[in-house]
């Protein structure tokens, strides 16, 4: 994902993304996108991670052929 949202890659950790674990712990706590359910105890950063875009692009209020567009429209209606 990083790669495809992120220009410069060059510059970051290839095997880490410390921003998706931020906004991972954010939802967990029900900072961020409260409507998005917690996932398992035993489920790794990204098992949560597709639980949180699958739960985004449910709320999308239409069907996007490209899924980043999707995810971002039912963002905007979970914030």
Request: with cysteine; charged share 25%.
């Amino acid at each position: 994902m990083r790669r495809r949202v992120s220009p410069w890659s060059a510059s970051f950790d290839a095997d880490s993304w410390a921003t998706v674990r931020r906004w991972l712990c954010a939802i967990d706590q029900k900072r961020l996108f409260p409507s998005v359910r917690p996932s398992p105890l035993a489920s790794s950063l990204r098992q949560r991670a597709e639980r949180a875009a699958m739960t985004l692009v449910a709320m999308a209020p239409f069907a996007a052929d490209v899924p980043e567009a999707a995810v971002m429209a039912g963002a905007a209606r979970a914030a």
